[in-house]
């Protein structure tokens, strides 16, 4: 034989291919992985051999011709002008990925439904608290009483407003409209949901600002459950103590940092908590740190892990409010 590989003798999906993706020979396996997907089994289809090009070798891909198996894989260079292609059926896997997915996505849905019924709850208290007091002492008061009555119910009204607003601008299938918000009862709020996990737990938490009153852009309801998933985090990891700091940096951004004094995270893991299904806890699917990740960076900030002396430390950054680019 010409080429340097019996494929005839291996009991696996192996094709040799040249460098335009034409197979000199493959295995009986891999011939049925590519008839299964409707492929020519002279020729690796121009879809996955353009993605197999664009991946360094040895990084997987994976394939899927719609309606079709779901094949993982990988490629190897055999000398100068060929190369091995390793492919692997993985329409299981992915279906338990998207398994998994599903469940993260009702867990954060069920959060987010938990956090807005709460600010809603707060929003329709103030309103319906002041005008009942209108209603029944309305007549009695001065001007100035009646304005600070009316502006209460005024704010009610418009968090009430900022709470739908945030949650039609989420549901859209489009780039966000991104205003600028006020951080601090942001922050608040996820205080106020988290508090009696809190007080279960005996933990504490403090949040200070370098400057006050700072304003950054994004939707609410997004931050509000990244910072939400970084607290519940320290939490679950034992934290007794956990604090939340804000800070402008470089001029256009705000880093909030939540640092707490939980066992900490390993250096050795720090490029791997990001990864989708990494987690160190058993029980927990390791989404939270990913989804939030890929939200930040979804309304123009980022997360990162910051090297701590102890505990853990976590930095959101968000765009600064009055940054217009």
């Not at 692997?88 to 469940?103: A, F, N, P, T, Y």
Request: proline fraction near 5%; charged fraction near 25%.
């Amino acid at each position: 034989s010409e080429y340097l590989l019996r494929l005839d003798r291996v009991a696996a999906p192996l094709a040799l291919c040249d460098g335009s993706g034409r197979v000199l020979a493959r295995t009986s396996e891999a011939r049925e992985l590519l008839v299964g997907c409707g492929a020519d089994e002279s020729h690796l289809p121009e879809a996955l051999w353009r993605e197999l090009s664009a991946a360094p070798y040895g990084e997987a891909v994976t394939w899927r011709p719609e309606g079709t198996l779901c094949i993982g894989c990988t490629r190897y260079a055999i000398g100068a002008t060929q190369m091995l292609v390793i492919m692997r059926e993985v329409s299981g896997k992915q279906r338990e990925l998207s398994r998994r997915m599903h469940q993260q996505r009702l867990e954060a849905t069920g959060s987010l439904v938990a956090a807005v019924a709460h600010d809603i709850r707060g929003g329709l208290a103030t309103v319906i608290f002041n005008t009942d007091v209108l209603v029944t002492r309305g007549a009695e008061m001065d001007q100035a009483t009646l304005r600070t009555f009316l502006g209460e119910i005024m704010g009610g009204a418009e968090r009430l407003k900022e709470i739908v607003d945030g949650l039609v601008d989420f549901a859209r299938l489009r780039d966000q409209v991104q205003p600028v918000i006020a951080l601090g009862p942001v922050l608040q709020r996820c205080v106020s949901v988290l508090r009696p996990k809190l007080r279960d737990r005996a933990a504490d938490l403090t949040i200070t600002h370098a400057q006050p009153d700072p304003q950054v852009h994004g939707n609410p309801l997004i931050i509000e459950q990244i910072v939400q998933n970084l607290l519940q985090n320290a939490l679950e990891a034992g934290a007794q103590h956990i604090c939340v700091h804000s800070e402008l940096v470089s001029g256009d951004r705000v880093r909030v940092r939540v640092h707490d004094d939980g066992p900490g995270i390993p250096p050795v893991l720090y490029e791997r908590i990001f990864e989708p299904f990494f987690t160190t806890r058993d029980g927990c699917l390791g989404l939270g740190l990913a989804t939030s990740r890929e939200a930040a960076r979804h309304i123009g900030g980022d997360l990162l892990i910051d090297p701590a002396e102890y505990g853990a430390s976590l930095s959101l950054f968000l765009r600064a409010g009055g940054d217009d680019r």
